[in-house]
């Protein structure tokens, strides 16, 4: 619940504050994004099957979006920047499909 | 599973739905919800940028290699053009009698009045002629032909006697075709002034004009010609 009070907090303060993305930014927040959905997705999934820990929870958050980021950096750096974050975004949405698959299984039994 | 087990777990789902929505304070999920609040901001705040600036934030660098080409082919053309009318300019300013103006206003009169019709023409183009034994050829054959010819970079047409223009109009009549408001008839004879190799090809590619008239029952000849005269005007 305070979870998804922060999100629609977090969307209610861009809207009204639009901010800026800095340009060094640029590149690694789309990606760092789509990891914090799959990491989010991942702890409503662990909640509804009772195995929720706010700790993992925490740390798999900052630690998908980093390494996300990371990883299209490294790309970036070898050249392969636009092969990698392409990668990193078909293996994380395909995680989300999964994790969703998992919450309408276990919400509508489905 | 049996329908039992179904419905038992479906009450467990329920409530674990209303469990997973309701309040708890406490450290952990503060932070959780300060983590959904940063996602969600940076969320819009990547929508918004994107929406911005869509057109070179998002290329990669080999799309902005050959935006910034392009781009410089177009300078390059735009300067040597500057050039050009720089030199202009330049003559135009020197002599105060103003013969060079007065050439200038000359050249380009006659260019108009050959684009438009008003001033006989010669060059090098081609000859093509319709004969139509069958006299299904139409106007709109005759169109067509103009305008592929047209297209194909003729400067100067005539059809039999008629100079074609801008505003040049081709109607069926019994036993022939009206052009400009004047009768005409069977053969049908183009002079062009243009480029006869792309004339000819453009012609004669499959299904275009030649084709086409031929499958009318006409008979279709081009030649090309070194010099052709184009004696026709039209009124000014």
Partial sequence: MIALLGLLAGIGLGLLLEPDVPLWLQPYLPIAIVAALDAMFGGVRARLEGVFDDKVFVVSFVGNAVIAALIVFVGDQLGVGSQLSTGVVVVLGIRIFSNAAAIRRKLFGA | MSGDQASQEDRE?????????????????????????????????????????????????????????????????????????????????????????????????????????????????????????????????????????????????????????????????????????????????????????????????PGGVIKTLEGAGARVGVSARPKVEIRATRPG
Avoid at chain 2, 13 to 39: H, I, V
Avoid at chain 2, 69 to 91: M, N, V
Avoid at chain 2, 151 to 179: I, K, L, M, P, S
């Fill in chain 2, 13 to 205: 789902d329920r409530a674990g739905l209303r469990e997973l929505l309701r309040p708890r304070l406490s450290r952990g999920q503060l932070a959780g919800g300060l983590l959904c609040l940063l996602l969600g901001f940076a969320v819009v705040a990547q929508v918004e940028t994107t929406r911005r600036d869509t057109t070179f934030a998002a290329a990669r660098e080999d799309e902005l290699v050959g935006v910034l080409s392009d781009l410089s082919q177009r300078s390059e053309r735009l300067r040597g053009d500057l050039r050009e009318l720089e030199d202009t300019r330049a003559r135009l300013e020197r002599d105060g009698q103003g013969t060079t103006a007065l050439e200038d206003a000359r050249e380009r009169a006659t260019a108009y009045g050959l684009l438009a019709g008003t001033l006989p023409a010669e060059g090098p183009g081609i000859e093509l002629t319709v004969e139509d034994p069958a006299g299904r050829v139409r106007a709109v054959h005759l169109l067509d032909a103009l305008q592929e010819l047209r297209d194909a970079g003729a400067e100067v047409v005539q059809v039999n006697d008629v100079r074609a223009g801008t505003g040049t109009y081709f109607v069926d009549a019994a036993g022939g075709v009206v052009a400009d408001g004047r009768f005409l008839r069977a053969p049908y004879r183009f002079l062009v002034i243009g480029d006869a190799h792309t004339m000819t090809t453009a012609l004669d590619i």
